[in-house]
């Protein structure tokens, strides 16, 4: 009978846990058969969410379309402000070189202007003094005997017909050579290749050149050597004659209706090109060498 209870008692242990089993199945067949009634509504409302989202991820896309357009419209208006903030520093720098540029020209010709007036004084005194030295026809006469151009009586020239000795031509020489040297040391003036050497009957011309000297004054001896000399002798002559049109030249830029009679081109003078004169003795004839020198002292009158 004991053992029948044991039996029975785990018996119904057994059944009990087992009801137990069943009604856990029921309750989860249960829940399976509430969750199936519940999918349609739980998937409707996926396929709404999705829907938004895909809604949501369109316009996300169409406005990260126009942050890009709105990004490279900045950018391009960046590119644009670069281009012009360039352009804009090349016309500073233009205006800024134009500016020196003006500055330096406005400054030359301001020195120029000073320079001018500067001129104009010095010429301006140059020309008082030049008026004032009309005491020099006093002191050195030039006027003519003849077919001869003299000064303070002393005749420039031979003749043929009618021989001046060279101690008289030298001494007008001497005293041509004085006033030209005294004119030009009164208006300021220098001499560009050659300076006068007055030095009476024995002047000479100087050449700045090289310092050499060339006489001034001539002799009837006729030797090897004196011919080597006239040549000396002609280069002085014109020399002197060059330095007499420098001079001229120099007034005539101080007054322009100053104007001296002959031309000069290089060892020749005259009124006009068809009419010029050599101021050569050497190969000269006598008459024609007598005329140069009336020219030359004309000039210098």
């Not at 006093?138 to 060279?166: C, K």
């Amino acid at each position: 009978a004991e053992c029948a209870d044991l039996l029975l008692a785990e018996l119904a242990r057994r059944t009990q846990e087992e009801e137990q089993e069943a009604r856990r199945y029921e309750a989860f067949l249960a829940g399976l058969e509430q969750e199936a009634a519940a999918a349609p509504a739980l998937e409707a409302a996926l396929a709404a969410e999705q829907q938004a989202l895909a809604a949501d991820e369109a316009a996300l896309q169409a406005l990260l379309g126009q942050l890009e357009a709105q990004r490279m419209q900045a950018h391009a208006e960046a590119a644009a402000l670069a281009l012009r903030a360039k352009e804009t520093d090349l016309l500073e720098e233009r205006y800024w070189r134009a500016c020196n540029e003006f500055q330096v020209r406005l400054e030359e010709y301001e020195e120029e202007k000073r320079a001018v007036v500067r001129q104009t004084q010095y010429a301006q005194e140059q020309l008082e003094a030049l008026q004032r030295t009309n005491v020099y026809n006093d002191t050195f006469y030039i006027w003519h005997d003849g077919h001869f151009a003299t000064i303070n009586g002393l005749r420039l020239g031979s003749l043929p017909s009618m021989q001046v000795e060279w101690h008289e031509i030298n001494a007008a020489w001497g005293q041509a050579a004085l006033l030209l040297h005294t004119l030009g040391r009164k208006v300021g003036f220098r001499f560009s290749a050659f300076r006068v050497l007055p030095l009476g009957s024995q002047s000479r011309m100087e050449r700045l050149a090289d310092r050499a000297t060339y006489e001034l004054y001539g002799s009837r001896e006729i030797t090897f050597g004196k011919l080597f000399w006239f040549k000396r002798f002609d280069t002085a002559m014109v020399a002197f004659m060059q330095c007499v049109d420098e001079l001229c030249l120099h007034l005539r830029h101080l007054d322009a209706a100053f104007e001296h009679p002959y031309r000069c081109e290089r060892d020749r003078l005259g009124p006009d090109r068809a009419h010029m004169l050599s101021v050569k003795k050497q190969f000269n004839s006598d008459e024609e060498w007598t005329k140069a020198m009336k020219y030359v002292l004309t000039n210098l009158k």
